[in-house]
């Protein structure tokens, strides 16, 4: 079954500065891979995606990477903002699946 | 408002009872999911169903039970049998159509 990992566990950026969570999986039929954002005591909430026939996908200061080759895709943040503190989630699916798998998860700290 | 509402928020219980958590979404959705959140540990899927009167186990069902009677609901029993049951669970629910999945706020659970 599918696999994914990721990385950094903990994240501490300056605000203004960028922000990069890495993100690999195991299968390579996984064909969509959403981010999502946790804030502290909520629910997660999509923030963006990409599905396995695009290479990057932007909105506003997010982008997400995806190299299909090595099976790692990546969450990039710019000018990051106090707000932007929370916990991301990197994950994965097959196309038809029920399921998703999830990564365990980025705690980003915005440091002013 | 459309969404997905768990209840109650915090829920305290004795070891050795069972306890139901609620799970409503009027979004009209046919798959629910309920996911289990420890620290470090990421979403971890307990059980999934992908239409009323039918559901399947996830990665980490034992000492957990579910039913679907109707669209819009989808409670979960933590059994006695589930040995460390104080958790964060997330409920989620989505369309066969698209991959994106929507969270609820979340029930803390402390079982002492």
């Known amino acids: 079954g599918e696999n994914v990992e990721q990385h950094p566990s903990t994240l501490s950026v300056q605000e203004g500065d960028s922000a990069v969570i890495k993100c690999t999986y195991s299968d390579s039929a996984s064909n969509y891979f959403p981010w999502y954002k946790q804030e502290l005591g909520k629910g997660p909430q999509l923030i963006i995606d990409?599905?396995?026939?695009?290479g990057e996908k932007k909105d506003q200061r997010i982008a997400v990477t995806l190299n299909k080759t090595a099976k790692h895709f990546s969450l990039h943040i710019t000018e990051t903002q106090p707000e932007d503190s929370a916990v991301y989630f990197c994950?994965?699916?097959?196309?038809?699946?029920?399921?998703?798998?999830f990564g365990k998860g980025t705690r980003l700290h915005i440091l002013p | 408002d459309g969404g997905i509402t768990q209840s109650p928020k915090y829920l305290f219980r004795k070891e050795g009872q069972n306890v139901t958590l609620s799970c409503e979404q009027n979004?009209?959705?046919?798959?629910m999911y309920w996911y289990r959140q420890d620290p470090g540990q990421g979403l971890r899927l307990i059980y999934y169903?992908?239409?009323?009167?039918?559901?399947q186990k996830g990665d980490i069902a034992e000492g957990y039970s579910v039913s679907r009677e109707k669209k819009e609901s989808f409670p979960l029993t933590v059994t006695s049998a589930q040995k460390n049951p104080t958790a964060f669970y997330l409920c989620a629910s989505s369309n066969p159509d698209s991959y994106e999945q929507y969270f609820g706020p979340g029930t803390r659970l402390t079982v002492t």
């Open positions: 979004l009209n959705h046919d798959a």
């Open positions: 990409i599905r396995s026939n695009v």
């Open positions: 169903s992908q239409i009323v009167n039918d559901f």
């Open positions: 994950a994965a699916t097959l196309h038809g699946d029920d399921k998703i798998i």
